[in-house]
């Protein structure tokens, strides 16, 4: 009995250092081991005429691939935009025609026509675009009883777990920067939602900070 006690108070004694350092010692093996950690920047919104061309300009500078979720109403006229984004081989995703809400959320065939709108603007100057990459306005979670759908006529929908948010106020590009940084913690994943809309001036002066932060962190930029 004595011997027992003894033995089980030496293998506690042993135990709890081996199983003590394991946590300690992964946390920084995650970061620096061949464990990937990869980082998908979004933008939703485009194309516009004063945001998406910066952007595209920096992420040239930095030699980094984003994801472009665009909304087809606004194309016409920005034709060379898209190819641009395409050309320099950043990834091009539907969001939306209209991005009317009230509209597209009205039921399952409001919204996949809206999406086959969307497509079909995309296709008018990239004719061999053949992506089913999807981005629902404000994310899925606003409708949750629509991504079936979605997913039956063979569309692949990206919602985010990061955020600038900078669609969520008036941020200075230091608070979209932190923004980002803080959302995206601890995760080895990331898909980071920015906007190229209209008037996101912020975005583009955070845009170079958040993309070098990321770099020095290890993380590969991937698109979709
Ligand atoms: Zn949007």
């Known amino acids: 009995m004595k011997t027992l006690s003894f033995l089980l108070a030496a293998l506690l004694c042993i135990c709890p250092p081996v199983c003590g350092t394991r946590p300690a010692a992964a946390a920084p093996a995650a970061r620096t081991d061949a464990g990937e950690r990869v980082i998908y920047l ?38 060379e935009i898209l190819r641009r984004t395409a050309a320099e081989g950043h990834a091009i995703g539907i969001h939306t025609y209209t991005h009317d809400y009230a509209a597209i959320y009205r039921s399952r065939e409001a919204l996949l026509e809206d999406i086959g709108r969307c497509r079909d603007a995309i296709r008018s100057v990239l004719p061999r675009y053949s992506r089913k990459i999807y981005r629902f306005p404000g994310g899925s979670f606003l409708c949750p009883d629509l991504r079936a759908a979605v997913k039956a006529a063979g569309y692949r929908y990206y919602d985010w777990n990061a955020s600038a948010g900078d669609a969520e106020g008036s941020y200075s590009a230091e608070q ?32 170079p900070k958040i993309i070098g932060y990321f770099q020095n962190e290890g993380y590969r930029f991937k698109t979709l």
């Open 176 to 207: 979209l920067f932190e923004n980002a940084v803080r959302s995206a913690q601890n995760k080895d994943s990331v898909l980071l939602l920015l906007h190229d809309g209209v008037g996101y001036r912020q975005t583009l002066r955070a845009l």
């Open 42 to 79: 979004t933008f939703d919104d485009g194309p516009t005429d004063s945001t998406t061309p910066k952007a595209l300009d920096i992420l040239r500078e930095f030699g980094v691939k984003a994801t472009f979720f665009v909304i087809g109403r606004q194309i016409r006229g920005r034709e």
